[in-house]
């Protein structure tokens, strides 16, 4: 019915870059241009937030802590989702997500994430 595969995480030293990307599938998402698409992250005894969103219309918007480093970006025709992450800090270091926005199902489905440590 529905699938999320988030990849690209991984380990990187403060100040460096990763590239997550997120392949949706399913018949819920045959409309995907239609959805405002979204990344999730979730640190350590942390509640999961919300990091950026981009409408169907490429409109995005990005949390106060990720403003400027991150880029989120959208591919229709192969129905994925991009992150571009620049400049990471520490407290970067989460298990990122993506879904829609709000997540599907009031948050009843997540994929299973990609882990980005950074660390020197």
């Known amino acids: 019915q529905v699938q999320l595969v988030e990849s690209g995480g991984g380990l990187v030293q403060p100040g460096g870059s990763l590239r997550l990307s997120c392949a949706a599938s399913?018949?819920?998402?045959?409309?995907?241009?239609?959805?405002?698409m979204g990344w999730y992250r979730q640190a350590p005894g942390q509640q999961r937030e919300k990091v950026a969103a981009?409408?169907?219309?490429?409109?995005?918007n990005y949390a106060d802590s990720v403003k400027g480093r991150f880029t989120i970006s959208r591919d229709n025709a192969n129905k994925t989702v991009h992150l571009q992450m620049n400049s990471l800090k520490f407290e970067d270091t989460a298990v990122y997500f993506c879904n829609t926005s709000p997540p599907l199902f009031k948050g009843g489905y997540w994929g299973q994430g990609t882990r980005v440590t950074v660390s020197s």
């Open positions: 399913g018949s819920i998402f045959r409309g995907f241009r239609g959805n405002t």
């Open positions: 981009i409408t169907s219309f490429g409109h995005t």
